[in-house]
């Protein structure tokens, strides 16, 4: 079962930023679709909670150098 998540990211200043975001989030099992804007500073993931965590996802985040808000 997927579920979508939005997350809220601080930090991102460019495409760039955007693409390091939407990669960390791919290398992780059972994500079926990311989404990563740079305004308004947010990634929408469709993920499996079940193999995948909220915590995951953000630690992934934050390991690519980005804050996560919320």
Known sequence: MQ???II???GMTCQGCVSSVKTVL???PDISRVE???D???????HNP???SVA???T???DAGFDVTE
Do not use: N, Y
Request: net charge negative; no cysteine; charged share 25%.
């Open 3 to 5: 579920t979508t998540t």
């Open 8 to 10: 809220k990211i601080q």
């Open 26 to 28: 791919e290398k992780l």
């Open 36 to 38: 990563v804007s740079l």
């Open 40 to 46: 308004p500073g947010e990634a929408i993931i469709e």
């Open 50 to 52: 079940s193999t995948v």
């Open 56 to 58: 995951q996802l953000k």
């Open 60 to 62: 992934a985040i934050e």
